[in-house]
């Protein structure tokens, strides 16, 4: 019963968007701002993870410091460019390649460390 109040709340505010004047800019903003909240946790998560492993990541060569920096810069740039770039099947092919290259070299990096403990 609660599921379907709150499908039934959904509905009535898609309603109110879709038939309000100016509903589609609100219904911008709104989504403009979720997703500002959504990259800020994304970026708090990361804080976070980077304070609870900073000894490992310190413990780094330099090289390999790089190569995770670099894998990481590559994600951020994936995702932000992910509306342009996924317009056409080439864009395509290259973002899911930088982000499939940029993953399996940050899981290198992590086995490297680990295995020199």
Same mark, same amino acid.
């Given at each position: 019963? #609660?599921?379907? #109040? &709150?499908?039934?709340?959904? =509905? +009535? +505010?898609?309603?109110?968007?879709? =038939?309000?004047?100016?509903?589609? &800019?609100?219904?911008?903003?709104?989504?403009?701002?979720?997703?500002?909240?959504?990259?800020?946790?994304?970026?708090?998560?990361?804080? $976070?993870?980077?304070?609870? &492993? /900073? +000894?490992?990541?310190?413990?780094?060569?330099?090289?390999? /410091?790089?190569?995770?920096?670099?894998?990481?810069?590559?994600? $951020?740039?994936?995702?932000?460019?992910?509306?342009?770039?996924?317009?056409?099947?080439?864009?395509?092919?290259?973002?899911?390649?930088? =982000? @499939?290259?940029?993953? =399996?070299?940050? @899981?290198? @990096? @992590?086995?490297?460390? /680990?295995?020199?403990?």
């Amino acid at each position: 019963m #609660r599921t379907a #109040r &709150n499908i039934a709340i959904i =509905l +009535l +505010l898609a309603l109110i968007f879709d =038939l309000a004047p100016g509903g589609g &800019n609100a219904a911008q903003a709104i989504l403009a701002a979720v997703s500002i909240g959504f990259l800020t946790m994304i970026g708090w998560g990361a804080y $976070v993870f980077y304070r609870q &492993n /900073r +000894l490992t990541y310190l413990g780094l060569t330099d090289r390999q /410091r790089g190569f995770f920096v670099a894998a990481l810069g590559a994600i $951020v740039l994936m995702i932000a460019g992910a509306s342009k770039l996924t317009e056409t099947g080439g864009g395509t092919l290259l973002w899911l390649g930088v =982000l @499939v290259l940029a993953a =399996l070299t940050i @899981v290198k @990096v @992590v086995t490297e460390a /680990r295995s020199s403990y």
